[in-house]
T-cell receptor, first 116, second 113 residues
Framework: GAVVSQHPSWVICKSGTSVKIECRSLDFQATTMFWYRQFPKQSLMLMATSNEGSKATYEQGVEKDKFLINHASLTLSTLTVTSAHPEDSSFYIC????????????FGSGTRLTVV | GQQLNQSPQSMFIQEGEDVSMNCTSS?????WLWYKQDPGEGPVLLIALYKAGELTSNGRLTAQFGITRKDSFLNISASIPSDVGIYFC?????????????FGKGTHLIIQP
């Protein structure tokens, strides 16, 4: 159980463009989705939390207009990095929450975003 | 905000040696977790701890949830080459499933043949 699919695994985009990252929970319903960011050689930092059908809540210092989160269904959430800049280059990882207790602690495989 | 202090930052050991790493926090967590992350991949859950004082094993791995709920340790016995990677502790606050995780800065395990 607790199978999470995240796509794409890596993406390179030009400054000013937008990139969409998808996260799917394949065998359980994710009532909550957590999005994390990890800069090189650093730890994971929580960016935002979204509940299905509701607006996401963002951690301090994370711009909600830059990182658009959609959690329209219990199995899919998307993170869109809008008007990307080189400083947005990072490793983005999702973690759906739902079902059995351990199902809240599984992560996607991550998306390496490079903005050039 | 909450912070986790994880140590050591890195470990250079010989294959077959035991490994120990720990995390401390300035605040209480209801759940402690230990993850391993390989380069370019998401973290993989190794052990989850839910009760103060709990001691849990997963193969050669053993972890404990400190009595004060402010610390945890992870031991790896008889290390093997595939144990190489970065290990993270993580804590979840009193909001339970509504709370995201706070991560330590990681312990980089390097095994010398």
């Amino acid at each position: 159980g607790a199978v999470v699919s995240q796509h794409p695994s890596w993406v390179i985009c030009k400054s000013g463009t937008s990139v969409k990252i998808e996260c799917r929970s394949l065998d359980f319903q994710a009532t909550t989705m957590f999005w994390y960011r990890q800069f090189p050689k650093q730890s994971l930092m929580l960016m935002a939390t979204s509940n299905e059908g509701s607006k996401a809540t963002y951690e301090q210092g994370v711009e909600k207009d830059k990182f658009l989160i959609n959690h329209a269904s219990l199995t899919l959430s998307t993170l869109t990095v809008t008007s990307a800049h080189p400083e947005d280059s990072s490793f983005y990882i999702c973690s759906p929450q739902g079902g059995a207790p351990n199902y809240g602690y599984t992560f996607g495989s991550g998306t390496r975003l490079t903005v050039v | 905000g909450q912070q986790l202090n994880q140590s050591p930052q890195s470990m250079f050991i010989q294959e077959g040696e035991d490994v120990s790493m720990n995390c401390t926090s300035s605040s209480i967590f209801n759940t402690w977790l230990w993850y391993k992350q390989d380069p370019g991949e998401g973290p993989v859950l190794l052990i989850a701890l839910y009760k103060a004082g709990e001691l849990t094993s997963n193969g050669r791995l053993t972890a404990q949830f400190g009595i004060t709920r402010k610390d945890s340790f992870l031991n790896i016995s008889a290390s093997i080459p595939s144990d190489v990677g970065i290990y993270f502790c993580a804590g979840q606050g009193q909001g339970g499933g509504a709370d995201g995780l706070t991560f330590g800065k990681g312990t980089h395990l390097i095994i010398q043949p």
